[in-house]
Antibody, heavy 120, light 113 residues
Framework: QVQLVQSGPELKSPGASLKVSCKAS????????FNWVRQAPGQGLEWMGW????????YLAQKFRGRVSLTTETSTTTASMELRSLRSDDTAIYYC?????????????WGQGTLVSVSS | DTVMTQSPDSLAVSLGERATINCKSS????????????LAWYQQKPGQPPKLLIY???IRESGVPERFSGGGSGTDFTLTINSLQAEDVAVYYC?????????FGQGTKLEIK
């Protein structure tokens, strides 16, 4: 079955960088893009960006441009999100979510989430 | 950016009754060339990731109970849960995927009265 398994929880210091991975299985990896969504404690869902597994195109929400990089690796069927210059307000659960296709689609499968805490 | 506004923020409904959640977009998410509304609904229970319920505004995802239904077009949408069950307690979000950035509603918390 389709499954997305994310890397484990992280505790980071302000100013550090973070990389969250999302291992996909159970489907044709190249047929579906990935979205990254985060959720601060007790808050709603915030879309961060999207990457195509077809051609590597990315689209990042304005507030994350310059601080976030999205990548995919077909050989390991893994998507990754790197967030740099961490601040305390980056504390959140980070989710990868599979795009139904490789374009403007809904998110049909989600990873379990990765808890990231940023604190000095 | 397309702003998605849900109402109400929270809702308490008796078991077996109907719950209705609204979602309004600041611009139309109807793509006229294919007559599809680029709107999805998600359910999130505590400690879990969101779960897809509805896409194209009214198409139920496989395995989702029939008591969940979506409607609306253009800028105004509804999620209806008929015959509310205890396991439906959750926060519900709408998502527009018409343009980038994708945007979610702020969420509606559904509880049992």
């Amino acid at each position: 079955q389709v499954q997305l398994v994310q890397s484990g929880p992280e505790l980071k210091s302000p100013g550090a960088s973070l990389k969250v991975s999302c291992k996909a299985s159970g489907y044709n990896f190249s047929a579906h893009g990935f979205n990254w969504v985060r959720q601060a404690p007790g808050q709603g869902l915030e879309w961060m960006g999207w990457i195509s597994t077809y051609n590597g195109d990315t689209y990042l929400a304005q507030k994350f441009r310059g601080r976030v990089s999205l990548t995919t690796e077909t050989s390991t069927t893994t998507a990754s999100m790197e967030l740099r210059s961490l601040r305390s307000d980056d504390t959140a659960i980070y989710y990868c979510a599979r795009d139904y296709g490789n374009g403007y689609n809904w998110f049909d499968t989600w990873g379990q989430g990765t808890l990231v805490s940023v604190s000095s | 950016d397309t702003v998605m506004t849900q109402s109400p923020d929270s809702l308490a409904v008796s078991l077996g009754e109907r719950a209705t959640i609204n979602c309004k977009s600041s611009q139309s998410v109807l793509y006229r060339s294919n007559n599809k509304n680029y709107l999805a609904w998600y359910q999130q229970k505590p400690g879990q990731p969101p779960k897809l319920l509805i896409y194209w505004a009214s198409i139920r995802e496989s395995g989702v109970p029939e008591r969940f239904s979506g409607g609306g077009s253009g800028t105004d949408f509804t999620l209806t849960i008929n015959s509310l069950q205890a396991e439906d307690v959750a926060v519900y979000y709408c998502l527009q995927y018409f343009d980038a950035p994708r945007t979610f509603g702020q969420g509606t918390k559904l509880e049992i009265k």
